[in-house]
């Protein structure tokens, strides 16, 4: 069973920033991994998708990478704002003829002004 | 594009009672899931329709049923809720690898069972 660890749980930075969020998983027999962003009270919106040939993904200021074999993925974010507040999930696509998502439990991230 | 719609947004129910989670679809996707998120657990997959006409259990599908009603429509039935199953249920829905297989997720329905 594929399971899905995000450390930190909470992360609390200064504005300007620059941060990585981690994420890891267990079972490397993968199809893709997604980083979604969730605010509070609101549903999930996907911000990044790496599929297992890819090794990264960038959109603007955030930078995906996939290291597959080691069963880890990061999510840099450069120049951190007041914005980017918000939980961070990852989540590991896979399933032979029935793909589902696995997710991590989020990390909690906090930009102070 | 509305996307992904769920309604009702807010639900309270008593012990005992039954109720149907309602979610549509309008980017014309195979494949469409119901997820519960409660504190601490993450997100886990109840049941899913991987295209019209079948559905299969996730990793919590007790106390549920699913209707694939057509492609747009997948509900989500309670048919005597419990107390257990206050959680945040999350509607999603995929087109497929041609797409790079993302998933695009409701706004959700908050339950809440006395």
Sequence with gaps: KQEVTQIPAALSVPEGENLVLNCSFTDSAIYNLQWFRQDPGKGLTSLLLIQSSQREQTSGRLNASLDKSSGRSTLYIAASQPGDSATYLCAVGSGAGSYQLTFGKGTKLSVIP | NAGVTQTPKFQVLKTGQSMTLQCAQ???????????????MGLRLIYYSASEGTTDKGEVPNGYNVSRLNKREFSLRLESAAPSQTSVYFCASRRGPDSGNIQYFGAGTRLSVL
């Design chain 2, 26 to 40: 309008d980017m014309n996707h195979n494949s469409m899931y119901w997820y519960r998120q409660d504190p601490g």
